[in-house]
């Protein structure tokens, strides 16, 4: 089953304008992650913040992370068109047997920044 | 390194026929994960491998899906018989986690480029 639930599923905006995209999910964390997806090629990991930091910075990239709404938010400033992407959360969790971890992924949200 | 490396980058066949696709971690991670990527689905994670164990096969599809890790390098997906609701691009990614009691360290999952999968 789907453990992060991304909000908007589409968005569009102009170049030089911020972008911000939301992810839920269902059960406890040991860290949640954003990736990206250009059209065709595999995901690529764009940052990672664990279960008890709230923000975290990566360039032009801003995630906070709430786990009391169990919800975080990836932030772009200046967007470029070269952003144009899926963007993907994924949380990693336990599996179904408790002892392990894995990665499961939303649906994702699919950015277009305009020119 | 060259990073995950999945083959066919490609694959149109045949309901009925049998369909392998394989996949080449970056060495030194111990984490294996196949997903399955539609427009309807997402993301779904098939098969979760650890020092080539499978430690979570429950996304896995029914019967006709089957994965193996026979050694670090090297790991298969096989769908016998394919069916056209299979059509899908089919993920392989690889990690530095590892299983440990108290936590396993941050890692993140390096994707290869897919395999997009035809069944007609």
């Known amino acids: 089953s789907q453990q992060g639930e991304e909000d908007p599923q589409a968005l569009s905006i102009q170049e030089g304008e911020n972008a911000t995209m939301n992810c839920s999910y269902k059960?406890?964390?040991?860290?949640l992650q954003w990736y990206r997806q250009n059209s065709g090629r595999g995901l690529v990991h764009l940052i990672l913040?664990?279960?008890?930091?709230r923000e975290k910075h990566s360039g032009r990239l801003r995630v906070t992370l709430d786990t009391s709404k169990k919800s975080s938010s990836l932030l772009i400033t200046a967007s470029r068109a070269a952003d144009t992407a899926s963007y993907f959360c994924a949380t990693d969790g336990l599996t179904s047997g408790g002892s392990n971890y894995k990665l499961t992924f939303g649906k994702g949200t699919l950015l277009t920044v305009n020119p | 390194d060259a990073g995950v490396i999945q083959s066919p980058r490609h694959e149109v066949t045949e309901m009925g026929q049998e369909v392998t696709l394989r996949c080449k971690p970056i060495?030194?991670?111990?984490?294996l994960f196949w997903y399955r990527q539609t427009m309807m689905r997402g993301l779904e994670l098939l098969i979760y491998f650890n020092n080539n164990v499978p430690i979570d096969d429950s996304g896995m599809p029914e019967d006709r899906f089957s994965a193996k890790m026979p050694n670090a390098s090297f790991s298969t997906l096989k769908i016998q018989p394919s069916e056209p609701r299979d059509s899908a691009v089919y993920f392989c990614?690889?990690?530095?986690?590892?299983?440990?009691?108290?936590?396993?360290?941050?890692?993140?999952?390096?994707f290869g480029q897919g395999t997009r999968l035809t069944v007609v």
């Open positions: 059960t406890s964390i040991n860290n």
């Open positions: 990614a690889s990690s530095p986690t590892r299983i440990a009691r108290r936590g396993p360290k941050e890692t993140e999952a390096f």
């Open positions: 913040i664990r279960s008890n930091e």
């Open positions: 060495s030194g991670h111990n984490s």
